[in-house]
């Protein structure tokens, strides 16, 4: 799972860079995407803990 997300973080990036010319709102796109995603993944994870 992390390795498809990585590929899928870096065809993000790829694809502004092509496209746009500005691979650095795909990079910050990609970083905030992922902080986001698991933090999600920790708060549920946390949840979980302490009702179970």
Known sequence: MAT???LLG?????ISWKFYNDWASGLAGFIYGGI???SIKLFIQ????LFT
């Open 4 to 6: 498809f997300l990585l």
């Open 10 to 14: 870096i065809l993000v990036i790829f």
């Open 46 to 49: 946390l949840i979980k803990a």
């Open 36 to 38: 986001l995603f698991w």
